[in-house]
């Protein structure tokens, strides 16, 4: 009779890679899954973890998260995201905003046992030498980033948009290498909003890229938010096969009160935010936002990244310079319920279960910003009726890993990763997780340290040179380049 090291015993198994919908038990030896069945036995001296009641999936693979940065938010420190990620149950996560160097320092200072991958975001004068960088440039950019260890690179078009030539010129120098290239939208000839979407089919020609939470271009500011949606499906058909897509489900969204010096909100995100509810795009704009309670401010208590309003949230924006990370109510709930929930018609004979998502993943874009609600409010779209079991964990944790080329994670195969979440139905709240077979968060507690750096080959040298633990994903295999030659 084989044994356990590790039993999770007569929880629901929801695994839709292996079309698994059953209270069973999974059985983890040496940090991989070993057996999923029933009365399955632990080792001497392995433990055991009831789960009757509770949903057992694939670990949450959050696709875009911030758990670093690249300089630009100074208010919080991003690593604490790693903890709030992992007591939320995210147990592998893509940081899109920050620098190899900040990841790694931040795993190692502050991680949480999750698994951490990160592209270095483009920021003019800061990760790289200039505005509008030519694609000689960009390509030396991106060698380097990989060789540091990052999987690729981010544009953040709503803070710091290029021309649109530019663009396409970073898009073909990350695709050349296999690069990863995520893309906050806008140039600077749009706006981060549906503007912003419209230009992709054209900027993108053949290339592929993931375009980033999609519900940002779905907020109602130019069209009804519920047409916004439909003519993001319509673009992103277009483009079918060469994009990856998530999005977010929490109302708040994550940004900067940064103003100049004539007294002028600078980003575009944050102008949205303001002209949005009618304020004035300025100093004073902002702080009558803050104040009304519109506005909030993110600051650090007890180690964890919390929201903040009031006479509290000017204080802190003020002492930041203005340069103090912002959040605002912006994201409507119908945006990210179409988002999260519609599906392509079925294939010929196939079952509406089975239809592709129109937008890949549920992402948290949190992190350190305290919305990491992926897990809750997709639970939430599950007992409202809205998505299955088995499509809930589509969302969450299988897709996320066809997304990225993780392979040996989003599904219970024998020989796959042991990351494991654990949810509690009725409250829609992960209770457990679990990384490699080892228990990292309990009853909404990190308990774990250190955790993964996921790089891709070119980043092999750094990633042993940090002293992490690091694995090396091949991005040849990521839904991104599938098919790329
Ligand atoms: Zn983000």
């Given at each position: 009779m084989p044994t356990y090291d590790t039993v999770i015993k007569n929880g629901r198994v929801l695994d839709p890679a292996n079309k698994t919908d059953a209270v069973c038990d999974i059985g983890i030896n040496h940090g991989k899954i070993d057996a999923v069945g029933e009365g399955l036995e632990t080792s001497a001296g392995g433990r055991a973890i009831n789960a009757v009641g509770r949903w057992v999936m694939p670990g949450h693979i959050d696709t875009h998260a911030h758990v670093s940065s690249a300089g630009d938010e100074r208010n919080v420190d991003r690593a604490l995201g790693l903890a709030m990620l992992a007591e939320s149950g995210t147990t592998t996560c893509l940081d899109l905003l920050g620098t190899p160097e900040s990841l790694s320092d931040g795993i190692r200072r502050l991680g949480s046992g999750i698994n951490v991958a990160g592209v270095m975001a483009l920021i003019p004068h800061l990760t790289i030498p200039q505005d509008d960088p030519p694609i000689a440039m960009m390509r030396d950019v991106v060698s380097d980033a990989l060789s540091r260890?990052?999987?690729?690179?981010?544009?953040?078009?709503g803070y710091h948009p290029f021309t649109p030539e530019s663009t396409a010129g970073v898009v073909e120098a990350a695709n050349e290498q296999t690069a990863w290239v995520a893309f906050h939208l806008a140039t600077k000839d749009s706006s981060s909003t549906l503007e912003g979407l419209r230009e992709v089919p054209d900027l993108l020609g053949e290339g592929r890229l993931h375009v980033a939470h999609v519900n940002s271009y779905c907020r109602g500011m130019i069209l009804s938010a519920e047409q916004e949606c439909r003519e993001a499906f319509d673009i992103l058909d277009e483009v079918r096969g060469q994009v990856v897509t998530e999005s977010y489900l929490a109302q708040m969204n994550g940004t900067n009160g940064l103003c100049d010096e004539d007294g002028n909100v600078v980003a575009n995100v944050p102008q949205n935010c303001l002209t949005a509810r009618g304020y004035p795009t300025t100093e004073a704009g902002m702080r009558q936002a803050l104040l009304d309670g519109y506005g909030y401010a993110q600051t650090v208590r007890d180690g964890r990244v919390i929201l903040v309003t009031g006479q509290e949230a000017v204080d802190i924006w003020e002492a930041a310079n203005t340069a103090a990370s912002l959040s605002f109510p912006v994201n409507p709930a119908s945006s990210a319920f179409t988002l999260a929930t519609e599906q392509y018609e079925p294939e010929d004979n196939g079952a509406p279960d089975d239809a592709e998502f129109r937008?890949?993943?549920?992402?948290?874009?949190?992190?350190?910003?305290?919305?990491?609600?992926?897990?809750?409010?997709?639970?939430?779209?599950?007992?409202?009726?809205?998505?299955?079991?088995?499509?809930?964990?589509?969302?969450?944790?299988?897709?996320?890993?066809?997304?990225?080329g993780l392979i040996n994670k989003g599904h219970f195969t024998e020989?796959?990763?042991?990351?494991?979440?654990?949810?509690?139905?009725?409250?829609?709240?992960?209770?457990?997780?679990?990384?490699?077979?080892?228990?990292?968060?309990?009853?909404?507690?990190?308990?774990?340290?250190?955790?993964?750096?996921?790089?891709?080959?070119?980043?092999?040298?750094?990633?042993?040179?940090?002293?992490?633990?690091?694995?090396?994903?091949?991005?040849?295999?990521?839904?991104?380049?599938?098919?790329?030659?």
């Open positions: 260890g990052a999987v690729g690179v981010k544009m953040i078009g937008i890949d993943a549920v992402s948290t874009d949190g992190g350190a910003i305290p919305r990491n609600v992926a897990i809750e409010r997709t639970m939430a779209l599950v007992n409202f009726g809205a998505l299955t079991a088995l499509n809930a964990v589509r969302k969450l944790s299988y897709n996320p890993a066809i997304m990225m020989g796959a990763d042991a990351d494991i979440t654990v949810v509690d139905p009725d409250s829609g709240l992960a209770t457990m997780s679990l990384v490699a077979g080892e228990v990292i968060m309990e009853d909404g507690k990190s308990v774990a340290n250190g955790g993964a750096w996921i790089v891709t080959a070119h980043g092999e040298k750094a990633a042993q040179e940090s002293g992490l633990k690091y694995e090396v994903v091949d991005l040849e295999a990521s839904q991104l380049y599938r098919g790329w030659s």
